[in-house]
């Protein structure tokens, strides 16, 4: 879907807005991409809850939006959903974290 068309729809749900995430994220590498970029918060966010060092806190929303990114920008080519839907796209995030980890999202 294309920049257009994410402000075009106005989505006041998350059932509703998951669908249009999924859309956004079609390409394996850039789901790929989001899997390593969440994945390295969750160790830099453990990091923190061991040494309460906020270094670690910060590499963890460091690593989670970049490898994110270089998923949208370079893989998918599209705007990422953060910027429309802060909140929709944070928890939908870990939503499809959760189905690549349990291998309950299909392999686009």
Do not use: C, Q
Not at 46 to 51: A, H, K, V
Not at 58 to 69: D, E, K, M, P, Q
Not at 81 to 97: C, K, L, Q, R
């Amino acid at each position: 879907m294309s920049e257009a068309n994410t402000s075009a729809k106005k989505y006041t749900s998350l059932k509703e807005f998951f669908p249009f995430y999924l859309s956004e994220h079609s390409h394996p590498l850039n789901r790929a991409l989001h899997f390593i970029g969440s994945s390295f918060a969750l160790g830099f966010l453990l990091g923190f809850l061991s040494t309460h060092s906020l270094w670690n806190l910060l590499a963890a929303l460091i690593s989670g939006y970049f490898f994110a990114w270089i998923g949208h920008f370079l893989v998918e080519h599209n705007r990422p959903a953060t910027f429309t839907y802060p909140f929709y796209s944070f928890i939908s995030d870990w939503i499809m974290y959760a189905k690549m980890l349990t291998g309950r999202i299909p392999k686009t």
